[in-house]
């Protein structure tokens, strides 16, 4: 699977939106990008996935660049429970293994 | 939550002794994966499963070995542990309709080998 790379950290004030950038140069044309979060102490959960079209859902926006080489996961208004590593993944359509890197970790001030 | 749970949740163990570490699930899903997490490493995937005695290894096998003679059961063994394997451990599952699929964690196991 093709490789992705996430800054460290980032810091958003509540009620604020907050973009997290991922780059994914060597993406291929069928790998996925996939976003996935981890609370404290908690495994990691699915926030969203998307192919090539912008993709919403209740949790939030995933933008893809016009060539795929990077995406933007877009939390609208981040909330102190937002406060967590988040995981961008390519996997191919029919893959089965995950590479999850390191994230970036989210500290959201009151 | 996908109905994946883990045991024991809290282990610690010497060096050089056995220990198995369980995932179990209650869903029939086919592939269930083993992850170990360390500091600056992120997730790693250690061995993964996509059937009942079908396995394969991930990218940090090595000194880990795994066995799934049920769907719902996927065990994972450390033949003799190190140091280096105090780590927390999660199991997950994928599940879908549809690819691509998504995967479920189970709530993790912190090992601690001194």
């Known amino acids: 699977d093709a490789k992705t790379t996430q800054p460290n950290s980032m810091e958003s004030n509540e009620e604020e939106p907050v973009h997290l950038p991922c780059n994914h140069s060597?993406?291929?044309?069928?790998?996925?990008i996939h976003w996935y979060r981890q609370l404290p102490s908690q495994g990691p959960e699915y926030v969203i996935h998307g192919l090539t079209s912008n993709v919403n859902n209740r949790m939030a926006s995933l933008a893809i660049a016009e060539d795929r080489k990077s995406s933007t996961l877009i939390l609208h208004r981040a909330t102190l429970r937002d406060a967590a590593v988040y995981y961008c993944?390519?996997?191919?359509?029919?893959?089965?293994?995950?590479?999850f890197g390191t994230g970036t970790s989210l500290t959201v001030i009151p | 939550d996908a109905g994946i749970t883990q045991s024991p949740r809290h282990k610690v163990t010497e060096t050089g002794t056995p220990v198995t570490l369980r995932c179990h699930q209650t869903e029939n899903h086919r592939y269930m994966y083993w992850y170990r997490q360390d500091p600056g490493h992120g997730l790693r995937l250690i061995h993964y499963?996509?059937?009942?005695?079908?396995?394969d290894k991930g990218e940090v096998s090595d000194g880990y070995s795994v066995s799934r003679s049920k769907t719902e059961d996927f065990l994972l063994t450390l033949e003799s542990a190190t140091s280096s394997q105090t780590s927390v451990y999660f199991c997950a599952i994928t599940t879908g309709t549809s690819t691509p699929y998504q995967q479920y964690f189970g709530p993790g196991t912190r090992l601690t080998v001194t």
């Open positions: 499963s996509y059937g009942v005695k079908d396995t």
């Open positions: 993944i390519l996997r191919d359509w029919a893959g089965n293994q995950f590479y």
């Open positions: 060597t993406i291929s044309g069928t790998d996925y």
